[in-house]
């Protein structure tokens, strides 16, 4: 399995992979208004060269072969000493591989040579992922209901890890 960057180029990569994995997450959580809703707000062309082109978001993606598996966007230095990871899927037949954790893990070495000593990311209350996060370090330091528009709300566990530095 090879983790690569992404840029640019590879945002319909990422919004055809994203396609695949919103639904099967969120179908039993959110209503399908707010998943098409927050599809659009952060999955399209336009959002995510923003995301990568003013945001200083950046995208990891899981290859093997020609075929991908998942991808990640994170943010270094989000502020001082943290990287913020912003998204983190797995195609749901590719789910319990190892895919998740190799994606991590790269995160992992990227923060630390950002300098940075936490990792930090919201989880949706209700996400399966909470239990993934927990099995990787993450502890849930905190609760946040983040107004998105159209009068919908995220409401997300807030997760950090502390990064072991050498």
């Not at 998740?100 to 209700?126: H, M, Q, W």
């Not at 239990?131 to 009068?151: P, Q, R, S």
């Amino acid at each position: 399995m090879e983790i690569r960057k992404a840029g640019p180029a590879d945002t319909a990569l990422i919004n055809s992979l994203a396609a695949m994995v919103w639904e099967p997450t969120y179908r039993e959580i959110l209503t399908k208004a707010q998943l098409d809703y927050m599809f659009e707000m952060m999955y399209s062309h336009a959002s995510l060269q923003e995301q990568l082109q003013h945001k200083g978001h950046q995208f990891l993606l899981a290859r093997e072969g020609s075929s991908f598996y998942g991808f990640v966007s994170y943010e270094l230095n989000c502020k001082p000493g943290t990287t913020k990871i912003h998204k983190l899927y797995v195609l749901p037949e590719s789910q319990g591989r190892g895919v998740g954790a190799l994606l991590l893990k790269a995160i992992e070495r990227e923060a630390g040579a950002a300098g940075d000593t936490v990792l930090t990311l919201n989880v949706n209350r209700f996400n399966k992922a909470y239990n993934f996060y927990t099995k990787a370090g993450f502890t849930k330091t905190g609760e946040e209901d983040i107004h998105i528009g159209n009068g919908y709300l995220m409401e997300d566990f807030i997760m950090e890890k502390q990064l072991h530095t050498l």
